[in-house]
């Protein structure tokens, strides 16, 4: 009995262990990923915008991703829509409040496989401490050998109400329309080094 007790230890220590290796983890390659964002101005066209500082990482197992564990940070006060004024007015409390609510952050809860190289990313993203849960369509790009290492990349989207997380500044046009959408469309391109 204790040889069975023994061996069955064994065997889990083993597994255990080879789990433990079989865990890999993902840096964010910065000068090679963006975050952007575009809103409908005036009902008729579109204004873009993107956050020239963010960070990342993902932790996974398997090589599919299904079971990736995905941080990210956006450093609010790098918002960037080539134009200062308007900079300004996105970090003011009109809108994000950048002074009180410098990041804003999303942190994943399941990740499913839809069919080839897509999928399906669900998380929690807070913004102004507002936390909602929301979706993102993922592309993902494949993973790389290269003479640095592993790479990997992906491509997530998805569409929010800003007016969820406390961005309320609104104004009417003369049709009755916002100017400023409620909806706003999120774009991460993401390329990520494999942690040494």
Same mark, same amino acid.
Not at 171 to 174: I, K, L, S, W
């Given at each position: 009995m204790k040889k069975i007790i023994s061996l069955t230890l064994a065997s889990a220590f083993a597994l255990a262990t080879i789990s433990t290796q079989a865990q890999s983890k993902w840096t964010l390659d910065k000068s090679h990923s963006n975050v952007r964002f575009s809103i409908t101005h005036m009902v008729v066209s579109e204004v873009e915008g993107s956050f020239k500082k963010f960070d990342g990482t993902i932790q996974n197992a398997k090589e599919d991703f299904t079971d990736a564990k995905i941080n990210f940070t956006i450093d609010i006060n790098s918002v960037n829509t080539d134009n200062e004024n308007r900079d300004k007015h996105?970090?003011?409390d009109d809108f994000f409040s950048a002074e009180k609510f410098p990041a804003a952050k999303f942190e994943s809860t399941s990740i499913t496989l839809v069919s080839g190289n897509k999928y399906k990313l669900v998380g929690n993203l807070t913004i102004r401490d507002v936390t909602k849960p929301v979706t993102f369509d993922v592309t993902y790009g494949g993973t790389i050998k290269t003479a640095r290492g592993q790479k990997v990349g992906f491509k997530a989207t998805t569409t929010i109400n800003r007016f969820d997380y406390g961005l309320k500044w609104d104004?009417?046009? !003369?049709t009755g329309g916002l100017v400023v959408?409620?909806?706003? !469309?999120l774009v991460v391109k993401a390329e990520?080094?494999?942690a040494k």
């Open positions: 996105l970090k003011s104004r009417a046009t !003369e959408s409620k909806e706003v !469309e990520f080094d494999q």
